[in-house]
């Protein structure tokens, strides 16, 4: 295993010792490199950690550096966490092959790896200052980056070089439950204090001798290319260095970001729109409601007979719900920096697809692999957008640096209008649904349709492809009625989309918890109740409903002026309910109160958790009651946040309260499941407040500042 | 055109137009990043800074028509400061944290402005977009800073 660059930079300035195999450092480097791919730790006994996943505000950072310090028995103070590189098989997910980050997933399939790196790089410590000290092994404890025994004392640091010149064993003994102290505790994240002094460095931030600031201009109707373009009076403007052509528009290269934004203004440019969208969002919508009309479906799942059972229903419910294209809008724009030294091309940015993000630059500039090196920062936030499968806003600083033919190191950066308007959004769609009840108000027949756009942004696999993309999360998976039928059908549009927050779960959860509020309503029965009778198949989900339930005080009834919604879900492996408690009227309210009980296995960090409940929710809340791109001739209209409206402080919930159910001994999803449930509870709540049936979203309408 | 601007208690020359924003100036000119672009046109609040402890919307004020003393996130200090900064640590506000320095830089000069209540914490706070949506714990972090300021200064 040869050093890549940073390795040697870090090496160069903190004389990094174990976890780094350097020549005549370490003697038998460990068959799969596990304590050099995942920590190190130098001179002074600073431990650094390498998260292989993206750190985009959920806290993952914190969490990977805490389970390798419990097994290490590391001095939390004294833990500080840095982006792998890029770089396979070494950072690859377990489960998805690629190094990425998505779906929840990254404590759970890091758990084994990081707890087996600190256990590892631990016991060679200890042999260490066995083998120094004349003593036994088992003589040698460890304690908050100590090593000691009854007659010595040391830290991390002082065997920091002893130890890596060991052989790695190939077995050690992991803690147990009872033996931690950092895991399921009070544990402060290790980026909190940067991050409030605004000492933390985001791709925004990024800075390199010499840098240009470029910014692009793009087509306004969504996936329009350049005819052709004047650039002379922007050329003219001050402060530009350079204007050039990119596949996706006309780039400005300038002194500042202002320069270059002000100089884009000046650009005359002819778009070629015969590949461009041409609708508006309520075309769109309309043309997928027609396609389930006209075309057939590209997925169907029947279980059972659910036409004969509506033939014997007593009452048919229905509903149908349209949820609108989505805008990330991350409170950092997207950017990225870099340049090409020495033939090798450094980026630096919040990646979340590392693989395919480092693909995409080599392809561009023509380089091997190993000559592209991608600087991982936090992210100010994604919510799904830094994952595109298309590495599109990589690519474009890629086609950047080429045009300019690498002659400075070069800073692209999207406005907030070019990050709302272009496209790469939640994808519309169009959820119909119908159900059948007995005479007791039962659920005894489903149907299913929905219609949009899978982000997979391709054609299906193979004939009746169950696509996750769309489906995961309905109401047919979720709910038990042995005669149901899902259909999907995924009409064409020109808009790219793109994972948002839990994926579809945002619309097929909320659809699903709004519509079972309806049956219940319609059978005269409790919500919570009838979902208990739905929910035969998911203790996990009656066992949060129970507690969401209890701890709202379900039972009893709420102050004067309350009204209550519920509404449960899974996903990313986890289970969550909320009780939401509102005031006021239907237009004009507040939310008191939300209780919430979640079932992430095991919490590793409870704070965390529930900052992840908290601000999932209002993430939720603020795409369901008010987010929403709107069209007009395939161009978005929305491109700032006086007309793209997100939640403000005074419209989150009041209060929140969290209860943790370990229901499983290891992680699951916590990052995104927060965010779905919410909109429905709220929604559930107000229409027993008389709002109107909701059928579209966003529930409020936009209010134009 | 060159322009001096008293920054974090030191003059610093600014050479761009008048009317380059200084939240640019800041960002781009002078490698103060602390201060975060995010809309460009004062309706979010990550480029708050202090004009003579007044928090203002530094992509909305022309380098030209800076007439007094700015402070960045980068340059705070004293007694209200300190509270805030603890107050959001305390209370482990941050997730993405993009959005942090100007909510800390609007909690700053609110609290700084006198007693704080409900209604000015609101009308105030408001103004700071946070997409993680820690507001909960904003909201807590402006509450117990404030708190702890008030108790200091009638002690």
């Not at chain 1, 209890?550 to 519920?566: F, S």
Request: with cysteine.
């Amino acid at each position: 295993m040869t050093l890549d660059r940073r390795g040697f930079l870090v090496l160069a300035s903190t004389g990094l010792l174990l976890g780094v195999a350097g020549k005549g450092l370490s003697t038998a480097p460990e068959p799969d490199g596990l304590v050099q791919r995942f920590l190190a730790i130098d001179w002074e006994g600073t431990v650094t950690v390498f998260a292989k996943h993206l750190d985009m505000g959920q806290g993952i950072w914190s969490g990977l550096a805490s389970i390798v310090a419990e097994e290490l028995d590391a001095d939390w103070g004294r833990v500080r966490v840095v982006g792998a590189p890029a770089r396979l098989p070494d950072y690859a997910h377990n489960a998805f092959h690629e190094q990425t980050t998505g779906g929840s997933t990254s404590t759970a399939q890091s758990w084994d790896e990081l707890r087996r790196a600190g256990a590892t790089a631990r016991a060679m410590l200890v042999r260490a200052a066995a083998q120094a000290w004349h003593v036994p092994e088992a003589a040698v404890g460890t304690r908050r980056g100590e090593l000691f025994t009854d007659n010595h004392t040391a830290g991390y640091g002082d065997f920091a070089a002893a130890a890596a010149r060991l052989p790695v064993p190939a077995d050690v003994t992991l803690k147990s439950r009872a033996e931690w102290r950092l895991l399921g505790g009070a544990l402060p994240r290790t980026d909190t204090a940067a991050k409030t002094r605004g000492a933390t460095v985001y791709g925004i931030d990024g800075m390199w001798p010499d840098m240009r600031h470029a910014i692009i201009a793009r087509c306004p109707q969504i996936g329009g290319k350049v005819r052709s373009y004047d650039a002379s009076a922007a050329r003219a403007m001050p402060g530009v260095d350079m204007v050039v052509e990119v596949p996706s528009g006309i780039a400005v290269i300038a002194r500042t970001t202002w320069h270059a934004i002000r100089a884009r203004e000046a650009l005359r440019i002819e778009w070629d729109t015969h590949a461009a969208e041409t609708r508006s969002d309520t075309e769109i919508a309309a043309d997928f409601t027609r396609a389930m009309a006209e075309t057939a479906p590209a997925y169907t799942d029947t279980r059972g007979a659910p036409e004969a059972a509506f033939a014997c229903a007593h009452r048919v419910v229905e509903a149908e719900f349209r949820f609108p294209y989505l805008a990330h809008a991350s409170m950092e724009p997207l950017s990225i920096s870099g340049r090409m030294v020495g033939g090798v091309c450094e980026v630096r940015a919040g990646f979340q697809s590392q693989t395919r993000n480092q693909q995409a630059i080599a392809d561009i500039l023509g380089l091997p692999l190993d000559r592209v090196a991608l600087d991982t920062v936090p992210a100010g936030g994604s919510f799904g957008r830094r994952a595109s499968f298309d590495s599109d806003w990589v690519a474009e600083f890629a086609h950047v640096l080429k045009a300019t033919r690498w002659r400075w190191p070069i800073k692209l950066t999207r406005t907030r209008e070019d990050d709302v308007t272009g496209g790469y959004y939640r994808p519309l769609m169009i959820h119909a649904m119908r159900a059948g009840l007995d005479r007791e108000g039962r659920l005894i027949a489903l149907d299913q349709r929905m219609s949009g756009q899978s982000v997979t942004l391709k054609a299906p696999e193979k004939p009746n492809w169950r696509d996750w993309t769309v489906m995961e999360g309905v109401f047919h998976e979720l709910y038990a009625c042995s005669n149901s039928r899902l259909r999907w059908w995924g009409p064409p549009a020109r808009v790219p989309v793109l994972t948002f927050r839990s994926i579809s779960n945002n619309h097929t959860g909320i659809a699903k918890e709004i519509f079972v509020d309806r049956l219940a309503r319609a059978a005269g029965a409790d919500p919570v109740a009838y979902r208990l009778a739905l929910l035969g198949e998911e203790p996990r989900q009656v066992a949060v409903l129970r507690l969401a339930a209890e701890k709202a005080g379900w039972n009893t009834p709420p102050r004067p002026g309350i009204t209550r919604g519920v509404a449960v879900h899974r996903s990313e492996g986890s289970f969550i309910a909320q009780v939401a408690e509102l005031s006021g009227a239907h237009d004009d309210f507040c939310i008191e109160r939300i209780v919430t009980a979640l079932d992430c296995g095991l919490a590793l960090n409870p704070d965390t958790v529930r900052a992840q409940v908290e601000g999932g929710t209002g993430f939720g809340l603020s795409a369901g009651l008010y987010g929403r791109v709107t069209l007009e001739g395939g161009a978005a209209q929305d491109g700032n946040f006086d007309t793209y409206r997100v939640l403000r402080l005074n419209e989150m919930p009041r209060v929140m309260e969290t209860h943790l159910i370990e229901g499983a001994d290891r992680p699951s999803g916590v990052g995104e499941p927060g965010s779905v449930p919410g909109t429905a509870a709220v929604v559930n709540a107000l229409e027993r407040m008389g709002l109107p049936q909701v059928t579209q979203f966003p529930v409020f309408a936009m209010s134009r500042i | 055109m060159a322009f001096t601007v008293l920054i974090n208690g030191q003059p610093r020359v600014l050479d761009c137009e008048p009317d380059m924003p200084l939240l640019w100036g800041l960002r781009d000119l002078l490698g103060l990043t602390g201060t975060k672009y995010s809309c460009g046109k004062g309706l979010c609040g990550a480029c708050t800074v202090h004009l003579d402890g007044a928090a203002v919307r530094s992509c909305s004020v022309p380098v030209s028509e800076v007439k007094g003393a700015i402070t960045t996130i980068e340059g705070i200090a004293g007694p209200v400061a300190e509270r805030v900064l603890a107050a959001w640590d305390a209370h482990q506000v941050a997730q993405c944290g993009y959005c942090q320095p100007g909510q800390v830089m609007a909690a700053i000069a609110l609290i700084a402005a006198g007693p704080v209540d409900d209604a000015a914490l609101e009308a105030t706070m408001n103004g700071n977009l946070c997409r993680c949506a820690t507001y909960m714990r904003i909201r807590a972090a402006v509450r117990d800073a404030a708190q702890t300021f008030a108790q200091t200064v009638s002690a």
